[in-house]
């Protein structure tokens, strides 16, 4: 009985009309999480490609200071001081910063292609291995078996094949054909020399070097080293969680570093541009969610209101407060749950227009669990101010009654 009473009156538009408004402002938040989980995702991977060598979680971005004619004339590159170094730590959006460990001692590399032996002069740079992510097998170092791995720039393969190699008459080698050719790589310095086979394990895209592990370069300085080691970097890697932080960007402007890798500022300000998109088009979904959310409170008013005379009449039959508002909370409850289940169903055909494109340029979408967990939270809350709503409408009825 309690139900058919309360049932009166009940207008299936307006039901119908907050659902809907519901519905859409729903759909809107999900599928700007979601745009914003896939987008990120994308914007953020930076494999380096060949043997799978990428940055580790979070964005690092490589800085160094311009050459100026003082650096020239004395023949020294430009290195960071040690009040320079901290300055950049203690910067907010900075985490650990740490130095290129660039090699003093003389390296010359020679390799057979096409029964003619190419050689080149070569340096060699090292940084933190936890930077890399790539087998311990393939990026360690024995001085009793000595086999040195390298990680070259992409770029310097590309200006092989389509320069030196298209012009000198030279075969082009593919990333797999460098990895298998056998190396030789001849140290010296220190009054020492020694010959050392070497192998290339990786090439990268963002390391813009000729990288080997630390192990390595901390042997090859201790015999064939020229200096006493205590050199300030030319280069610093810069690990920072969120690069699109536009203070990053201001204070490396304000003092004049050139910024190399993945922070460079087409992709930041690109990653910049989709946290703001998503987040206008999710204040966009709140808002007509808010409104929706107005037109029940309105609608639940309006339906107390005509159903006054009913619920009093309960009361005095002895129904509790709490029982009346159970029987319409149900209602809305049934009424957000059904407006959840068809959200999720509307977010996983949205997610198509974008997820098979991004697929075939080899970035797949994210899970939409996140999304989906922000919708299922944002009707929790919603739920429960309805419920509110429903217990302080009815309350009053109560009170009149007394």
Known sequence: MLRLVLKRNISIIQM?????????????????VQFYGDAGSALSKSAAGGAGIELTGKRNIIISKPVSLRNTLSGTAPSFSDAEIEALRSQPWAGT????????????????LGGRTLSTALFFESVPDRLLDIPADDWSFDPEHPSVPIIISKDYLTLYNFGFAATGRMPAISERMLSQI??????????HTATLPARIVGFSSWLNTIAVPETFMDWAHSRFGTSDGREQPSRLIIET??????????????????????????MGRASRFVVILATVVSIVGVIITLLALGIL??????????????????????????????????????????????????????????????????????????????????????????????????????????
């Open 16 to 32: 119908a009309g907050y659902a809907l408004a519901v519905l859409v402002g729903l759909v809107i938040v999900m599928t700007a």
């Open 97 to 112: 910063v740490s130095g290129f460990k660039a090699s003093d001692y003389g390296v010359w590399a020679g390799v057979e």
């Open 182 to 191: 056998p190396i030789v790589v001849t140290l010296s310095g220190n009054g």
């Open 241 to 266: 969680s969120d690069p699109t932080d536009p203070a990053i960007e201001k204070y490396l402007a304000a003092e004049a570093y050139d910024v190399a890798g993945p922070g460079d500022g087409g």
């Open 297 to 402: 409170v309105l609608s639940l008013y309006l339906l107390v209101q005509k159903n006054s005379r009913a619920i009093s009449g309960l009361m005095l039959l002895g129904y509790s407060p709490g029982q009346i508002t159970s029987c319409y909370f149900r209602m809305v409850a049934a009424i957000n749950a059904g407006v959840t289940l068809a959200a999720c169903g509307a977010l996983l055909l949205l997610r198509r227009l974008w997820q098979e494109p991004m697929t075939e340029i080899d970035m797949p979408p994210v899970s939409p669990l996140a999304a989906i967990v922000t919708g299922v939270t944002v009707m929790l809350v919603v739920t429960a101010v309805n419920y509110g709503v429903i217990r302080r409408l009815v309350r009053r009825v109560w009170l009149g009654k007394c």
